[in-house]
């Protein structure tokens, strides 16, 4: 989608630290690290928000977490891990593309605060 960060860091537009990649998911280093091991996780579609998700694109976010799962593996993170999804304004989501924060190599703790 034009004018979208996101779209635009798939298409390399954007430079990003790419962690992952396969037909349907892109992965990448957050810019602005919240753990020690912080990537963003998307898939290469466009889907606005988690509010999006149907039957028409949810194979596309089963795909976003077979890839999770992979990356858990080639990262080692086999410590865990936590998956993070902002959606919307009061969910605190600030870029207009599904995405999903992978968090690891701290104690994430819980609740988050
Ligand atoms: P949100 O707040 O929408 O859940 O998450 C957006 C995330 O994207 C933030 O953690 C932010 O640091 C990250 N981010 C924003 N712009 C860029 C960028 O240009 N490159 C990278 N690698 N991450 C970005
Ligand atoms: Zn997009």
Not at 62 to 73: H, Q, R, S, T
């Amino acid at each position: 989608m034009k004018d979208c960060l996101f779209c635009k860091i798939v298409a390399g537009e954007i430079p990003s630290t790419k962690v992952y990649e396969d037909e349907k998911v892109y992965a990448f280093l957050d810019i602005d690290p919240k753990a020690p091991f912080h990537a963003i996780v998307i898939p290469k579609e466009h889907i606005t928000s988690a509010a999006e998700i149907s039957s028409d694109n949810s194979s596309l976010i089963a795909a976003v977490f077979e890839a999770i799962a992979k990356i858990a593996k080639n990262e080692n993170l086999e410590k865990g891990f936590r998956v993070v999804n902002n959606c919307g304004e009061e969910g605190g989501q600030t870029v207009g593309h599904i995405h999903f924060h992978l968090l690891a190599r701290r104690n994430l703790g819980w609740p988050p605060g």
